[in-house]
């Protein structure tokens, strides 16, 4: 299944990232090249579920979960599987160009920051601070940063 920015809501999260689309099924095995994805002989509604019952001797490591459509976007890959266990490709489908604006200031809470720019009246929330760069800290940012490459 082929998925663009607009039908990124029919994605169960997490969703996990594929090094290409070589993948098949046999039996109600899914496999990717020669390794396990998904059994779903096994019961249960997610990926995880089944994976933890199978007794399939070679498995494909999911290391890295992506935990909303923000994570699909940025990831190189365009193949994953997400948590029910469906396989897609993501397509991107518009190019934006980026607007930058200089950083006012930066405000640390517990979970997330706010980040202040000049000629924007609220702020920007990110999961963690911007990065320092060579000790000076950020000084400009992104106002289109989740919407890059859609």
Same mark, same amino acid.
């Given at each position: 299944? *082929?998925?663009? #920015?607009?039908?990124?809501?029919?994605?169960?999260?997490?969703?996990?990232?594929?090094?290409?689309?070589?993948?098949? %099924?046999?039996?109600?095995?899914? /496999?990717?090249?020669?390794?396990?994805?998904?059994d779903?002989?096994?019961?249960?509604?997610?990926?995880?579920i089944?994976? +933890?019952?199978?007794?399939?001797?070679?498995? #494909?490591?999911?290391?890295?979960?992506?935990?909303?459509?923000?994570? +699909?976007?940025?990831?190189?890959?365009?193949? /994953? +599987?997400?948590?029910?266990g469906?396989l897609? +490709?993501?397509?991107k %489908?518009?190019?934006?160009?980026?607007?930058?604006?200089?950083?006012?200031?930066?405000?640390?809470?517990?979970?997330?920051?706010? *980040?202040?720019?000049?000629?924007?009246?609220?702020? /920007?929330? *990110?999961?963690?601070?911007?990065?320092?760069?060579?000790?000076?800290?950020?000084? /400009?940012?992104?106002?289109?940063?989740?919407?890059?490459?859609?």
């Open positions: 299944m *082929v998925l663009t #920015f607009n039908s990124l809501d029919k994605i169960a999260y997490p969703a996990y990232p594929l090094p290409d689309s070589n993948w098949s %099924t046999h039996d109600g095995l899914v /496999f990717l090249g020669t390794e396990l994805l998904d779903r002989n096994m019961p249960g509604d997610t990926l995880g089944r994976r +933890i019952q199978t007794t399939y001797p070679s498995m #494909f490591r999911l290391t890295k979960g992506v935990m909303g459509p923000v994570g +699909i976007l940025k990831q190189s890959t365009r193949c /994953f +599987i997400d948590s029910n469906a897609f +490709i993501y397509e %489908t518009k190019m934006l160009n980026l607007k930058y604006l200089k950083i006012d200031r930066v405000v640390q809470k517990d979970v997330a920051s706010l *980040v202040y720019v000049k000629g924007h009246r609220n702020p /920007f929330t *990110v999961p963690r601070p911007p990065e320092p760069r060579n000790g000076m800290g950020r000084s /400009f940012a992104s106002s289109q940063s989740t919407v890059d490459a859609l």
